[in-house]
C-alpha cells in the first residue's frame, strides 16, 4: 500500500500568514488522485482540495493544491483565524487507499 | 442538502460484533459515480479507510480489515451499514460515514456524518 507521509507534524503560524503543508507518498500517486481535508476537534473532516488541484464546493481560493508523483502541497496564501485545525492528504490512486498522519496548523 | 447520519452501540464487548448503520438523507443510495464508505479515527490519532460500497453491492475493504468487516447495502431504506467482528480495544474509535465520489472506484470523500464514538469495553 502507499503510505503518506506528512509534513510538519506541526505548523506554527500567525493569522495573514502563508502556510506550506507536505504529502510525500512512498510510490507514485496514481492519474494524481489525490485530495486534502481539514479537520477541527469534535467535527468530521471536510474536504478541500480532491484531484490534487480542484477546490471542493465552498472552499475559498487562499486554499491551493499542487504537486504530482510523489510529493504533494497544500497551500493557504493568507491564513485566517478559521484556518487552525488538522489537515489531511488522502491517495485513492490506488487500493488500498490511504491517508497521511496530519499537520496541525496552530497559531 | 445531503446528510448521513451513523447510528448504533456506542459500547460493544471484546469478542463481540460492530455494527453500525448510516442513514442517508436528502438524495438516494443508488445515485450512479457515488460509493458510501466507512473511516475510523482512533482518539487524539489519524483517520483509516475501512471499506466503501457501490449501491449495486460492490464492495472495497481495507487488506488490514478484511478478514473482520462487511460493508452492505439496503436501497430500499436508502442506508448502508458496517459490521466489524471480533473487535478489541485497539477498534474504539470514532466511526464516520461517508460519500465518495467516483467513476470507476471509490474516490474523495465530500460528504461525511458527524460521526460516533464506539469504545470496546467489557
Known amino acids: 500500500e502507499i503510505v503518506l507521509t506528512q509534513s510538519p507534524a506541526t505548523l506554527s503560524l500567525s493569522p495573514g500568514e502563508r502556510a506550506t503543508l507536505s504529502c510525500g507518498a512512498s510510490?507514485?500517486?496514481?492519474?494524481?488522485?489525490l485530495a486534502w481535508y481539514q479537520q477541527k476537534p469534535g467535527l468530521a473532516p471536510r474536504l478541500l482540495i480532491y484531484d490534487t488541484f480542484s477546490r471542493a464546493t465552498g472552499i475559498p481560493d487562499r486554499f491551493s493544491g499542487s504537486g504530482s508523483g510523489t510529493d504533494f502541497t497544500l497551500t493557504i496564501s493568507r491564513l485566517e483565524p478559521e484556518d487552525f485545525a488538522v489537515y489531511y492528504c488522502?491517495?485513492?490512486?490506488?487500493?488500498?487507499?490511504?491517508f497521511g498522519g496530519g499537520t496541525k496548523v496552530e497559531i | 442538502q445531503l446528510q448521513l447520519q451513523e447510528s448504533g452501540p456506542g459500547l460493544v464487548k471484546p469478542s463481540e460484533t460492530l455494527s453500525l448503520t448510516c442513514t442517508v438523507s436528502?438524495?438516494?443510495?443508488?445515485?450512479?459515480?457515488?460509493?458510501w464508505g466507512w473511516i475510523r479515527q482512533p482518539p487524539g490519532k489519524g483517520l483509516e479507510w475501512i471499506g466503501s460500497?457501490?449501491?449495486?453491492?460492490?464492495?472495497y475493504y481495507n487488506p488490514s480489515l478484511k478478514s473482520r468487516v462487511t460493508v452492505s447495502v439496503d436501497t430500499s431504506k436508502n442506508h448502508f451499514s458496517l459490521k466489524l467482528s471480533s473487535v478489541t480495544a485497539a477498534d474504539t474509535a470514532v466511526y464516520y460515514c461517508a460519500r465518495q465520489s467516483g467513476y470507476y472506484n471509490p474516490a474523495h470523500f465530500d460528504y461525511w456524518g458527524q460521526g460516533t464514538l464506539v469504545t470496546v469495553s467489557s
Open positions: 436528502g438524495g438516494s443510495i443508488s445515485s450512479s459515480s457515488y460509493y
Open positions: 460500497i457501490y449501491y449495486s453491492g460492490t464492495t
Open positions: 510510490q507514485s500517486v496514481s492519474s494524481r488522485y
Open positions: 488522502q491517495q485513492y490512486g490506488s487500493s488500498p487507499q490511504t
